[in-house]
C-alpha cells in the first residue's frame, strides 16, 4: 500500500494549484529549480498502524520483566499499550528489549527508561500518548554501546506538568531522548510530532568526562517539530528563553564544548522542523554531520561551538518558507563542504544559506573563550577562525552567503549588547556556486563598513547575482559571469562544464529512512 502524508501533488512546497501564502514564497515563472517534489518524498510503502487498533493491557508484569532483566536476557513484547511504566533502571548488560510485532508495542503515559547497562538493543517499541517521566526524556542512555532502532516517538508530549515556573515565566524543557555514555546509536527511528519545548535529542556529558563520545545517528526521520503550540511565546518578557531549546538535535553543551564529541548524524530527513533557529546544534568538536536532507524546515544546521566539525554532503530544500535557512557557524577548523541548499528565505544577520557569523573573541591576537575571563564565557561567541567552505551549492535564497555583522547580546537575558565583534579570520572559499536570480535574493551578502572578512581566500568561486555591502573585485579568484545549469539525475541543479557546486548528493524520503512502520492518529 503507497502512503502519502500529503494529499495530491506538491512542488516547491506549495499545493498544486494553490496560490502561496506568506510562508512560502513562489519562485517566478520560467526560474529554474530542483525538481524535488514532495509528493515523492513522503511517498512509502510502510505498513500503517493505527493508534487506535492497539488495546491497553496491564503493564505490572511487564515493568517487574524489566527490573529484574538479567544479563544476556532477551525480552519479547507482545502488543498492547503499557501504561505508566514510570521510571525505570535496566542494569543488566547484553540484553535485547523488542517488540513481538514492530510498532505494536507502546508505551504510554509517563515513563522514563534509563539504560544503566552496556550492550543494551530496544527495538520496534512506539512511545505516545504520554510524556517523559523526567525532563531528560523517554529514554536516557547511561551506559555504552546502547541503541534504540526501528522505534517510533509520536507525539510524546503529554501528562507530564507544562506551564510556565513562578520565577521567570519560563515553560521547562522536556527531551525524548538523551545520551550519555559511549558509542550508543539511533538507528531508524521516526520521531514525529514534539509540539512542546525542550531538545528532541540531547547529547551529553557527564561531569567531568572530557573524552570523546563516539555516538551514532542515523537514517532516522525527523517530522513535524512545531514551537508555540501552547502559546510559549505570548509572555513577552520571557520571550527570549522560551524560544530557546526547540533543537531537533543538540550535540554538546557550551560547558563541555571544549571536549570532542566524535558524533555522526548521517543519512538523517528532517521534515518540516521548524523549532527554533537551530536544527542540529553542534556545540562539541569533531563532529560529522554528513549526507542528511532537510525539507521545508524554519530552522538551520548550526556550529554553536566546538571545533574541526564536518558539515558535508546535505541536501537543504527551503522552498521559500518564512525562516528556512542552511548552514551557519561558529569557533575554529570547520569543514562545510559539497552541500547543496536552496531558496532558504532567511533574513537578518544570523539565518543565510551559509552564514559565516561573527564572533567576539580576538583570534588574531590568541584570545579564546574562557570560564576564567568574565564576559566571555563558554556559552559566547567564538568568532570563525581557519574555516573551509567548499564545494557547495546556494541556489535562488534571500542570502546566499552571508557575512554577518551581528552584535551579540551579553546574555540571553540582558539585551545590552557586545561592544566589539570580530568577523572571521583566514576563511578559505573555493568551487562554490552562489546563484541568485530571483527578485530580493543575493548571491552575497556582506559587511565591509562593520566587520570586513579578514584575510579571506577565494579560489574558482561563481557567484552570480547581487554582491551587496561587499567588493570583491580584487579577488582573482571569483567569477561573476553567469553559469549553465542543468537539473541532473538525483533532481538537484548543478552547473555544466564548471568545477563548482556540489555534485553526487542523494535526496532521502520517507521510504529511505525512519522505522518500517508508520503510526496514524
Same mark, same amino acid.
Given at each position: 500500500?503507497?502512503?502519502?502524508?500529503?494529499?495530491g501533488?506538491?512542488?516547491?512546497g506549495?499545493?498544486?494549484?494553490?496560490?502561496?501564502?506568506d510562508?512560502?514564497?513562489?519562485?517566478p515563472?520560467g526560474?529554474?529549480?530542483?525538481?524535488?517534489?514532495?509528493?515523492?518524498?513522503?511517498?512509502h510503502?510502510?505498513?500503517?498502524?493505527?493508534?487506535?487498533?492497539?488495546?491497553?493491557?496491564?503493564?505490572?508484569?511487564?515493568k517487574?520483566?524489566?527490573?529484574?532483566?538479567?544479563?544476556?536476557a532477551e525480552?519479547?513484547?507482545?502488543?498492547?499499550?503499557?501504561?505508566?511504566?514510570?521510571?525505570?533502571?535496566?542494569?543488566a548488560?547484553?540484553?535485547v528489549? $523488542?517488540?513481538?510485532e514492530?510498532g505494536?508495542?507502546?508505551?504510554t503515559?509517563?515513563?522514563?527508561?534509563?539504560?544503566?547497562?552496556?550492550?543494551?538493543?530496544?527495538?520496534?517499541?512506539?512511545f505516545?500518548e504520554?510524556?517523559?517521566?523526567?525532563?531528560?526524556?523517554?529514554?536516557?542512555?547511561?551506559?555504552?554501546?546502547n541503541?534504540?532502532?526501528n522505534?517510533?516517538?509520536?507525539?510524546f508530549?503529554?501528562?507530564?506538568?507544562?506551564e510556565?515556573d513562578?520565577k521567570?515565566d519560563?515553560?521547562?524543557?522536556?527531551?525524548?531522548l538523551?545520551?550519555?555514555?559511549k558509542?550508543?546509536?539511533?538507528?531508524?527511528?521516526t520521531?514525529?510530532?514534539?509540539?512542546?519545548?525542550?531538545?528532541?535529542?540531547?547529547?551529553?556529558?557527564?561531569?567531568?568526562d572530557?573524552t570523546?563520545?563516539?555516538?551514532?545517528?542515523?537514517g532516522?526521520?525527523?517530522?513535524?517539530?512545531?514551537?508555540?503550540?501552547?502559546?510559549?511565546?505570548e509572555?513577552?518578557d520571557?520571550?527570549?528563553?522560551?524560544?530557546?531549546?526547540w533543537?531537533?538535535i543538540?550535540?554538546?553543551?557550551?560547558?563541555?564544548?571544549?571536549?570532542?564529541?566524535k558524533?555522526?548524524?548521517?543519512?538523517?530527513?528532517?521534515?518540516?522542523?521548524?523549532?527554533?533557529?537551530?536544527?542540529?546544534s553542534?556545540?562539541?568538536?569533531e563532529?560529522?554531520?554528513r549526507?542528511?536532507?532537510?525539507i521545508?524546515?524554519?530552522?538551520m544546521?548550526?556550529?554553536?561551538?566546538?571545533?574541526?566539525?564536518?558539515v558535508?554532503?546535505?541536501v537543504?530544500?527551503?522552498?521559500?518558507k518564512?525562516?528556512s535557512?542552511?548552514?551557519?557557524?561558529?569557533?575554529?577548523?570547520?569543514?562545510?563542504?559539497?552541500?547543496?541548499?536552496?531558496?532558504?528565505?532567511?533574513?537578518?544577520?544570523?539565518?543565510?544559506?551559509?552564514?559565516i557569523?561573527t564572533?567576539?573573541?580576538?583570534?588574531?591576537n590568541?584570545?579564546?573563550?574562557?570560564?576564567?575571563?568574565?564576559?566571555?564565557?563558554?556559552?559566547?561567541?567564538?568568532?570563525?577562525? $581557519?574555516v573551509i567552505?567548499?564545494?557547495?551549492t546556494?541556489?535562488?535564497?534571500?542570502?546566499?552567503?552571508?557575512?554577518?555583522?551581528?552584535?551579540?547580546?551579553?546574555?540571553?537575558?540582558?539585551?545590552?549588547?557586545?561592544?566589539?565583534?570580530?568577523?572571521?579570520?583566514?576563511?578559505?572559499?573555493?568551487n562554490?556556486?552562489?546563484?541568485a536570480?530571483i527578485?530580493?535574493?543575493?548571491?552575497?551578502?556582506?559587511?565591509?563598513?562593520?566587520?570586513?572578512?579578514?584575510n579571506p581566500?577565494?579560489?574558482?568561486e561563481?557567484?552570480?547575482g547581487?554582491?551587496?555591502?561587499?567588493?570583491?573585485s580584487s579577488f582573482?579568484?571569483v567569477?561573476?559571469?553567469?553559469?549553465?545549469?542543468?537539473?541532473?539525475?538525483n533532481?538537484?541543479?548543478?552547473?555544466?562544464?564548471?568545477n563548482?557546486?556540489?555534485?553526487?548528493?542523494?535526496?532521502?524520503?520517507?521510504?529511505?529512512?525512519?522505522?518500517?512502520?508508520?503510526?496514524?492518529?
Amino acid at each position: 500500500m503507497k502512503i502519502s502524508l500529503i494529499a495530491g501533488l506538491v512542488t516547491l512546497g506549495l499545493m498544486a494549484g494553490c496560490a502561496p501564502t506568506d510562508q512560502y514564497a513562489k519562485a517566478p515563472e520560467g526560474t529554474q529549480v530542483n525538481k524535488v517534489s514532495i509528493e515523492n518524498l513522503v511517498a512509502h510503502d510502510k505498513s500503517v498502524i493505527a493508534a487506535n487498533s492497539i488495546k491497553a493491557v496491564d503493564s505490572a508484569q511487564l515493568k517487574n520483566q524489566l527490573l529484574n532483566l538479567a544479563d544476556g536476557a532477551e525480552l519479547i513484547i507482545e502488543p498492547g499499550k503499557y501504561a505508566d511504566l514510570g521510571r525505570l533502571s535496566i542494569t543488566a548488560n547484553n540484553v535485547v528489549i $523488542k517488540a513481538k510485532e514492530p510498532g505494536k508495542t507502546w508505551f504510554t503515559g509517563l515513563v522514563q527508561l534509563n539504560l544503566m547497562g552496556n550492550n543494551i538493543t530496544i527495538d520496534g517499541v512506539v512511545f505516545s500518548e504520554g510524556g517523559p517521566a523526567e525532563r531528560m526524556g523517554g529514554i536516557t542512555f547511561r551506559g555504552n554501546n546502547n541503541t534504540l532502532q526501528n522505534s517510533t516517538f509520536f507525539f510524546f508530549n503529554d501528562k507530564y506538568a507544562y506551564e510556565p515556573d513562578r520565577k521567570r515565566d519560563e515553560y521547562p524543557k522536556y527531551l525524548w531522548l538523551s545520551l550519555y555514555g559511549k558509542n550508543n546509536q539511533l538507528l531508524n527511528n521516526t520521531f514525529e510530532g514534539k509540539h512542546k519545548r525542550g531538545t528532541l535529542i540531547g547529547i551529553q556529558k557527564a561531569k567531568g568526562d572530557e573524552t570523546a563520545d563516539n555516538h551514532l545517528i542515523k537514517g532516522n526521520l525527523f517530522y513535524d517539530q512545531k514551537h508555540n503550540r501552547y502559546e510559549e511565546f505570548e509572555i513577552s518578557d520571557a520571550i527570549r528563553y522560551n524560544s530557546n531549546s526547540w533543537e531537533a538535535i543538540r550535540v554538546g553543551d557550551s560547558k563541555s564544548s571544549i571536549f570532542p564529541s566524535k558524533t555522526t548524524i548521517e543519512g538523517n530527513l528532517f521534515y518540516e522542523c521548524d523549532g527554533e533557529t537551530e536544527l542540529v546544534s553542534l556545540k562539541s568538536g569533531e563532529n560529522v554531520l554528513r549526507g542528511n536532507t532537510v525539507i521545508n524546515s524554519a530552522s538551520m544546521i548550526s556550529i554553536r561551538h566546538g571545533v574541526n566539525n564536518l558539515v558535508e554532503d546535505n541536501v537543504i530544500i527551503g522552498n521559500g518558507k518564512r525562516y528556512s535557512g542552511g548552514i551557519r557557524l561558529y569557533d575554529e577548523g570547520q569543514i562545510i563542504r559539497n552541500n547543496y541548499i536552496e531558496r532558504v528565505m532567511g533574513t537578518g544577520n544570523v539565518r543565510g544559506g551559509i552564514a559565516i557569523n561573527t564572533g567576539i573573541t580576538d583570534v588574531q591576537n590568541g584570545e579564546r573563550l574562557s570560564t576564567e575571563v568574565k564576559g566571555k564565557g563558554l556559552n559566547k561567541q567564538a568568532t570563525p577562525n $581557519k574555516v573551509i567552505v567548499e564545494n557547495n551549492t546556494v541556489i535562488n535564497s534571500r542570502q546566499n552567503i552571508l557575512y554577518s555583522d551581528k552584535k551579540h547580546r551579553v546574555s540571553l537575558y540582558d539585551n545590552t549588547k557586545v561592544s566589539t565583534v570580530f568577523a572571521a579570520v583566514d576563511t578559505q572559499f573555493r568551487n562554490n556556486l552562489s546563484y541568485a536570480t530571483i527578485k530580493k535574493t543575493l548571491a552575497v551578502k556582506g559587511n565591509d563598513e562593520v566587520a570586513k572578512l579578514v584575510n579571506p581566500t577565494y579560489e574558482n568561486e561563481v557567484y552570480f547575482g547581487e554582491l551587496q555591502n561587499v567588493d570583491l573585485s580584487s579577488f582573482n579568484g571569483v567569477s561573476t559571469q553567469e553559469p549553465e545549469l542543468k537539473v541532473a539525475e538525483n533532481g538537484l541543479l548543478e552547473a555544466v562544464d564548471l568545477n563548482v557546486g556540489a555534485k553526487g548528493l542523494k535526496v532521502l524520503t520517507m521510504a529511505d529512512v525512519g522505522a518500517s512502520y508508520t503510526i496514524q492518529k
